[in-house]
């Protein structure tokens, strides 16, 4: 079932001032019982994908050769243009990347996933990997509960980002508030691995900068910007999880795009089974047919960013949460 193919039931979302709290547990635990008590063959689609770090390296020495060709070319048409068909498209891969290795699917090894996110975070300028697995592995345990899945809009983007031209600011803007809001929800403790991730990551941009000065920083950061901006590939961030149809809450997409973004359209499916990666999710959804044929799904990520702008019945409050556990 298309989601733009069927009728939404969230005709009043126009009206509505608030999130569409839920009483029920988040859909993915119990289907995933269920799918492993009727599929019990899904466990050979369990572990790493060894693609993975050869396509991680491959994106690196992209953005570190375009940034350094883009060194002395701050500003110019050339730099935006490669900014954004370039350094957005890589770079969310390497988001993407990070994902992927924070469910230690890159390698069989814990440590090795952990030491290899941090080769990942480098052309994207800021210490990242490491508050991203944090953060997301609660967004999985605590999909929607309110305080803690720092995926969820707040109160107030809720409130604000209700017409056309706060939609855009938003959806221009995304990942701003994707890097902001974790730290104004929830704070984390700083650990080892941070201070890791933050001394690799800034020693690096040090080496960078005496070298070739700041150029190649804009770079990164620029692309890092593109990445969650009004960029096809950022249309994930809010296909995933905004809901669209009924109370659906998560939503996958089988385009073309998922070849750039390794499968993250599958995702009910890698919700349902966080430890199948993404070279995998395919096969797990031709596996069990019966219980993903039948869920609401995107046919166009650049679609869902259009709707999401311009359709009064969509908006930031549109997001099942759930109140947090006494």
């Known amino acids: 079932m298309e989601v733009f193919g069927a009728e939404s039931t969230t005709a009043k979302a126009e009206t509505k001032q608030d999130f569409l709290w839920s009483l029920n547990e988040e859909p993915h635990f119990s289907r995933r019982k269920e799918i492993m008590k009727k599929h019990p063959e899904v466990k050979t689609l369990f ?7 050869w396509i991680v390296t491959f994106l690196v020495a992209l953005q570190l050769g375009a940034a350094y060709m883009l060194r ?15 350094g957005g498209t890589a770079t969310q891969a390497l988001f993407l990347a990070i994902h992927e290795i924070t469910h230690n699917l890159g390698f069989k090894k814990f440590s090795h996933n952990k030491a290899f996110n941090l080769i990942a975070n480098l052309p994207i300028g800021i210490p990242y990997c490491t508050a991203f697995r944090g953060y997301h592995l609660e967004h999985h345990k605590y999909q929607g509960v309110d305080g803690v899945d720092t995926d969820l809009p707040t109160k107030i983007e809720g409130i604000f980002f209700t017409n056309v031209f706060t939609k855009l600011f938003f959806a221009t803007c995304q990942i701003l508030f994707y ?11 700083f650990t080892k691995w941070h201070a890791i991730n933050w001394v690799v990551q800034f020693s690096f941009d040090f080496a960078v900068y005496k070298a070739f000065g700041f150029g190649p920083l804009w770079y990164f950061l620029i692309s890092d910007f593109m990445a969650g901006s009004l960029h096809p590939c950022a249309s994930h961030f809010i296909a995933e999880h905004y ?3 009924g109370e659906f809450e998560t939503y996958s997409y089988y385009g073309p795009l998922n070849a750039l973004c390794f499968n993250v359209g599958y995702h009910n499916e890698h919700h349902d089974f966080p430890n199948i990666p993404w070279t995998r999710l395919p096969a797990l959804k031709k596996m069990c047919p019966e219980y993903y044929d039948n869920l609401p799904y995107h046919r166009s990520w650049p679609l869902v960013i259009w ?13 099942v949460k759930r109140k947090k556990a006494e």
């Open 72 to 86: 002395d070319m701050a500003w110019t048409w050339q730099f935006w243009v490669c900014s954004y068909v370039v």
């Open 179 to 189: 890097a902001i809001r974790p730290m104004a929800v929830k704070q984390q403790s």
């Open 47 to 53: 572990g790493y994908a060894w693609e993975t770090k």
């Open 243 to 245: 809901v669209f149809v």
């Open 307 to 319: 709707k999401f702008i311009f359709d009064p019945n969509v908006g930031t409050f549109n997001r």
